[in-house]
């Protein structure tokens, strides 16, 4: 049972352009959902995050879009940078033990 | 932030053998959490240590078979035992930030191959 889904491999973005990464989610016992950013051979790094009470939360280049009727999130990246060419996990945490719901994650390459 | 280093990165070990991977945190936390990512998957959480106590483990993961030491504050240990190959995967530990942001952050990993 796959509670949080990517359901996009791999995402190619020109340069400057929008990225945009999606997330979607089957339990509502979740209360907040986090972004982070891997890169091969190390940890995954946050991102943001946001709460389930919000619909958007934005920082910097970053912006993340909660639609609770859809169980749907975005993350949105704005401009698009090489160095942000990384795989990217939704992250959802449960509020009843902190347990984070891991996304399959979203290989994200950003072409010159 | 937490800085959290991982030994060994990485191993290449034969079947039946077993691995012991350590975590240590450059700074005190509760909750400790440790975590594989097999090949192409996205992260599964093992279980949650706290020190003094037992861990806590998910379903589908054993303490026979992830036994995890907390002896204080800042280190823990993650043993694979008697390994297969289908325990080859990326082992991450992971602490809970504190503030708003409720994220985790993660050390390096350890990457093990079985053969």
């Known amino acids: 049972d796959q509670q949080v889904k990517q359901n996009s491999p791999s995402l190619s973005v020109q340069e400057g352009r929008i990225s945009i990464l999606n997330c979607d989610y089957t339990n509502s016992m979740f209360d907040y959902f986090l972004w982070y950013k891997k890169y091969p051979a190390e940890g995954p790094t946050f991102l943001i995050s946001i709460s389930s009470i919000k619909d958007k939360n934005e920082d910097g280049r970053f912006t993340v879009f909660l639609n609770k009727s859809a169980k749907h999130l975005s993350l949105h990246i704005v401009p698009s940078q090489p160095g942000d060419s990384a795989v990217y996990f939704c992250a959802a945490r449960k509020y009843s033990n902190y347990q984070l719901i891991w996304g399959a994650g979203t290989k994200l390459i950003i072409k010159p | ?115």
């Not at chain 2, 594989?36 to 037992?54: H, K, Y």
């Open chain 2, 1 to 115: 932030s937490a800085v959290i280093s991982q030994k060994p990165s990485r191993d290449i070990c034969q079947r039946g053998t077993s691995l012991t991977i350590q975590c240590q945190v450059d700074s005190q936390v509760t909750m400790m959490f440790w975590y594989r990512q097999q090949p192409g998957q996205s992260l599964t959480l093992i279980a949650t240590a706290n020190q003094g106590s037992e861990a806590t483990y998910e379903s589908g993961f054993v303490i026979d078979k992830f036994p995890i030491s907390r002896p204080n504050l800042t280190f823990s240990t993650l043993t694979v035992s008697n390994m297969s190959p289908e325990d080859s995967s990326i082992y991450l530990c992971s602490v809970e930030a504190s503030g708003i942001s409720h994220d985790q952050y993660f050390g390096p990993g350890t990457r093990l191959l079985v053969l």
